[in-house]
C-alpha cells in the first residue's frame, strides 16, 4: 500500500488560491488519488480523485505530477467554510485515512 | 435522499456493556464501511462489507462483530465494550468496493466507554 506525506498544517487567507500538497513516492500504476476533508465534528467528505491526468470539479482541482509520486489538492478560492483537515489517500483495496493537513483560513 | 444515516449519535457504556452501532444507506450502493477515529487521529477501517452477504475485516477489528443485514444496512457489535474503544464512529457507503469510487459518509456516534 502507497504511503502518503502531508503538511501536518497549513494557513490561507480567505478568497485566495491554495495548494495542498502530497507525496506518494511508491505509489503504483493502477493507484487512484483520493481527496477528502473533514470539518470540524463531521464525517469526511469526498473531494475528487484521479488517476493521471489533472481532474477539475465544482469544489476543486486535482494536479497529479507527471511520475505520480506527487499531487496537489487546489482550492481556487478558500472560504472560511473550507477549513477542514484534507486527507490525501493513494491505496488499492481500501482507504486509509492518515494524519492529514489541518487548513486554517484567515479572514 | 438522506444518504448515511447512524444511530445513535450519542452513547456512554460502562466497561463490560454491549452495545450495536446502526448504519444505513437509500444510495442503493453495493460496498459499507466501519471506521473509528480516536481524538487527534486519522480514520482506521473496522470492517468492511464490498456486497451484501460479504464482510471483511480491516485494520482493527478486535473487539468488534459486523453484520450486513441487507443492501442498505450494515451493523457494528461492541460485545464487551473496553475503554479503549471510547472513539467516533464513522458509516460510509460507496457504489462500488474499489477506488474508482467515492465513499459517502455518515454522520458519526461518539462513544464514550467508562
Known amino acids: 500500500d502507497a504511503k502518503t506525506t502531508q503538511p501536518n498544517s497549513m494557513e490561507s487567507n480567505e478568497e485566495e488560491p491554495v495548494h495542498l500538497p502530497c507525496n506518494h513516492s511508491t505509489i503504483s500504476g493502477t493507484d487512484y488519488i483520493h481527496w477528502y476533508r473533514q470539518l470540524p465534528s463531521q464525517g469526511p467528505e469526498y473531494v475528487i480523485h484521479g488517476l493521471t491526468s489533472n481532474v477539475n470539479n465544482r469544489m476543486a482541482s486535482l494536479a497529479i505530477a507527471e511520475d505520480r509520486k506527487s499531487s496537489t489538492l487546489i482550492l481556487h478560492r478558500a472560504t472560511l467554510r473550507d477549513a477542514a483537515v484534507y486527507y490525501c489517500?493513494?491505496?488499492?483495496?481500501?482507504?486509509?485515512f492518515g494524519q492529514g493537513t489541518t487548513l486554517q483560513v484567515k479572514p | 435522499n438522506a444518504g448515511v444515516t447512524q444511530t445513535p449519535k450519542f452513547q456512554v457504556l460502562k466497561t463490560g456493556q454491549s452495545m450495536t452501532l446502526q448504519c444505513a444507506q437509500d444510495?442503493?450502493?453495493?460496498?459499507m464501511y466501519w471506521y473509528r477515529q480516536d481524538p487527534g487521529m486519522g480514520l482506521r477501517l473496522i470492517y468492511y462489507?464490498?456486497?451484501?452477504?460479504?464482510?471483511d475485516k480491516g485494520e482493527v477489528p478486535n473487539g468488534y462483530n459486523v453484520s450486513r443485514l441487507n443492501k442498505r444496512e450494515f451493523s457494528l457489535r461492541l460485545e464487551s465494550a473496553a475503554p479503549s474503544q471510547t472513539s467516533v464512529y464513522f458509516c460510509a457507503s460507496s457504489a462500488g468496493g474499489s477506488l474508482t469510487y467515492e465513499q459517502y459518509f455518515g454522520p458519526g456516534t461518539r462513544l464514550t466507554v467508562t
Open positions: 489517500n493513494v491505496l488499492t483495496g481500501k482507504l486509509i
Open positions: 444510495m442503493n450502493h453495493n460496498s
Open positions: 462489507s464490498a456486497s451484501e452477504g460479504t464482510t
